[in-house]
């Protein structure tokens, strides 16, 4: 007698509802599982319907007093967890960050970006890695970017820039997470964007227009393709915020898909938040 065996596109679909947990567990029950759960399309098919069920990040650090260390954590939860039961503790584990010099850019789709820097005498080099905390698995290091932030020469590298504005999402067209860093060259009179592209070799310059200020937020938030910041619309970096009237406030968003910028204006109502 035959042995009757579930189609594959069945057994796709009851996987795809599952938590990521037992997903990994059942990568080990053969090749082909392991082939099934971790191809392209399956990915995509779980993501979907995951979002039901929206997850928050959570970071916190722990200093120790004896040594001075400052040791970071990192844990997710279901925010319908959390808005159900809000004394609730993590109990999927925490991961520990082996190193402490690190900027959460942001969360897509899952997966988290950080970035490090390491500073040296007349520069700073940035990269950055991306975790899955569903894996438990880290990236390794992206390409370095070195930038002489203390310098106002017109070198390739000599940004002054301070600590840089980045951004994280994903460029459906070319389905790839993009890491965006805005640097502003305060002589020159212009901001370039440089973007890293998950498993690309290097940083590249997509963008070059007028310099502008920005207001104090660092991480940009991604939306429908675009990463977006909050600036002001004028070609100056000298200002005075107690100067700045609220209709000056604008948002800078960045398209990762054409590569290009707009400004947008705020929703009415508010601008004037923004400025406290």
């Known amino acids: 007698m035959a042995k009757e065996t579930f189609p594959i596109e069945l057994i796709v ?3 795809s509802w ?21 191809h392209p399309i399956m990915v995509k098919l779980h993501l979907q319907r995951s979002s039901k069920n929206p997850h928050v990040l959570l970071t916190f650090e722990d200093n120790n007093r004896n040594n001075d260390n400052c040791y970071s954590f990192a844990a997710t939860c279901s925010i319908r967890r959390l808005l159900e039961n809000p004394s609730s503790t993590v109990d999927d584990g925490c991961y520990q960050f082996n190193d402490k010099n690190h900027f959460v850019v942001g969360v ?5 970006c950080l970035l490090n820097s ?21 990236s390794e290091d992206s390409p370095r970017l ?27 067209l070319s389905d790839t997470y993009k890491v965006v860093i805005i640097l502003s060259n305060v002589k020159l009179q212009r901001t370039e964007v440089r973007v890293h ?12 227009c007028p310099v502008f200020p920005f207001m104090e937020q660092l991480d940009g938030k991604f939306v429908g393709g675009t990463v977006n910041w909050l600036a002001l619309h004028m070609s100056s970096s000298y200002y005075r915020w107690e100067d700045v009237n609220v209709n000056e406030i604008v948002i800078f968003s960045y398209d990762l898909k054409t590569q290009t910028y707009k ?14």
């Open 263 to 276: 400004y947008l204006l705020l929703p009415d109502g508010l601008a004037r938040g923004c400025l406290g």
């Open 118 to 138: 390491l500073d040296r005498d007349d520069y700073e080099e940035y990269w950055v890695r991306f975790w899955n905390p569903a894996t438990r698995t880290m």
């Open 13 to 15: 679909e009851i996987l």
């Open 146 to 172: 070195s930038l002489h932030w203390r310098k106002y020469k017109t070198g390739r590298n000599d940004w002054v820039c301070g600590y840089p504005r980045c951004g994280f999402g994903y460029d459906g």
């Open 108 to 112: 897509c789709n899952g997966l988290v």
């Open 197 to 208: 592209s998950v498993g690309d070799t290097r940083w590249r310059k997509t963008l070059t």
């Open 18 to 38: 599952l938590p990521v947990k037992p997903l990994i567990r059942f990568r080990c029950v053969s090749k082909t599982w392991k082939s099934l759960i971790s």
